[in-house]
């Protein structure tokens, strides 16, 4: 039998708290707290409630996991700065990947991450199993024209940033 070695267990443990992650930055997105940082100012926690009508001491756990995850700056006095991956989630960011993080908690988006599992146990057909975008979800988004909007903003957001990634990390030919 194989020894296991204590970092399995630690990168499993990030693998199930990958979740947890993603609803962290989704609430962060979703209350505007990356649209508050137009500058570098640090803010303090009692000012950002105040924009987004957040509670001030929930809003100071959020920001403090957001901190931790390397979204934003934890300063002293209560006070936050936005990070420059924290700017990947900002609306006017060029590079903007927070379309990507507002349909993950859409219903038939993730539903269609849960149906492989239905495909491998009762052999249904239609989720990621089959493909990318899976059958049954997308034929459903131009029925919803904000719900398409979206989906179309966050694949558009995905498709350039891994053209830039590819194009930067390809090996420049010497002339």
């Known amino acids: 039998m194989m020894a296991q070695h204590p970092s399995d267990a630690a990168a499993v443990l990030e693998l199930i708290r990958g979740h947890w992650r993603s609803q962290i930055v989704q609430a962060g997105v979703e209350i505007g707290v990356f649209e508050q940082f137009p500058g570098n100012t640090p803010l303090p926690v009692h000012t950002i409630a105040q924009r987004t009508g957040a509670d001030a001491h929930l809003l100071y756990r959020l920001l403090r996991a957001l901190a931790s995850l390397g979204l934003l700056l934890e300063l002293p006095e209560r006070a936050f700065a936005i990070s420059p ?10 590079r903007s990947l927070r379309e990507m993080v507002l349909p993950e908690d859409d219903r038939p988006h993730e539903a269609a991450w849960r149906q492989p599992m239905d495909a491998m146990t009762f ?3 239609g989720g990621i199993a089959d493909g990318l975008v899976p059958h049954g979800f997308a034929p459903r988004l ?3 024209a904000s719900r398409a909007r979206v989906f179309e903003q966050a694949s558009a957001s995905v498709s350039a940033f891994e053209m830039c990634a590819c194009a930067c990390a390809s090996p420049r030919r010497s002339r």
Not at 85 to 94: Q, S
Request: charge should be positive; hydrophobic fraction near 20%; proline fraction near 12%.
């Open 85 to 94: 991956m924290g700017r990947l989630l900002r609306r006017d960011d060029p």
């Open 142 to 144: 131009p029925r919803d």
């Open 123 to 125: 052999g249904s057909r």
